[in-house]
């Protein structure tokens, strides 16, 4: 006989992400539902350092946002995008007569170069994006929903 809580463990379904928080000195990413953390995972970022001011500067945005959508069918396997510019980022990029730019996603690794596996993660390698390899993508693909608040600190 099974005993009941194997069984239920084997039917209850995974918490779902109510939080992701990226901190950008650390490079990591972690997944929480409400205060608890779910799973924390290296990440590389984009080229260049600092806060993001502009489209095309290479540099991840800091502030708060959400999960606006999803895309399985991603060129980078995976992704998750962003609701980047939030407000500040506008007036940010208006204060110096530049756009702020868009499509800031985390996302799995280039579909072409996806047997670098972990490998990557010791490059910071996007255009801004907050990057996990392939495996780890899909380890919370099913439990980030879209609405799912993402923080990322300097």
């Keep these: ?9 084997a039917i209850t379904p995974p918490q779902q992400a109510t939080k992701i928080v990226i901190k950008k000195s650390d490079h990591t990413l972690t997944v929480y539902h409400e205060q608890t953390k779910l799973q924390t995972y290296k990440v590389s970022l984009g080229r260049s350092t600092g806060q993001k001011q502009q489209a095309g500067d290479r540099k991840t945005p800091e502030g708060l946002y959400v999960v606006d959508a999803k895309n399985a069918a991603s060129g980078f396997h ?6 980047y510019p939030n407000a500040e980022d506008r007036q940010r990029a208006q204060r110096l007569g530049k756009s702020p730019g868009g499509d800031i ?19 910071d390698w996007t255009a801004g994006c907050i990057a996990l390899n392939n495996d ?3 380890a919370i693909w099913s439990i980030v929903p879209v609405g799912t608040t993402v923080e990322i600190d300097p």
Aim: no cysteine.
């Design 136 to 138: 780890e993508i899909d």
């Design 78 to 83: 995976r992704a998750f995008h962003l609701s």
């Design 1 to 9: 006989m099974i005993p009941l809580l194997l069984l239920l463990a």
């Design 105 to 123: 996603e985390i996302h799995g690794q280039k579909n072409s170069l996806a047997w670098l596996g972990p490998l990557a993660r010791h490059v």
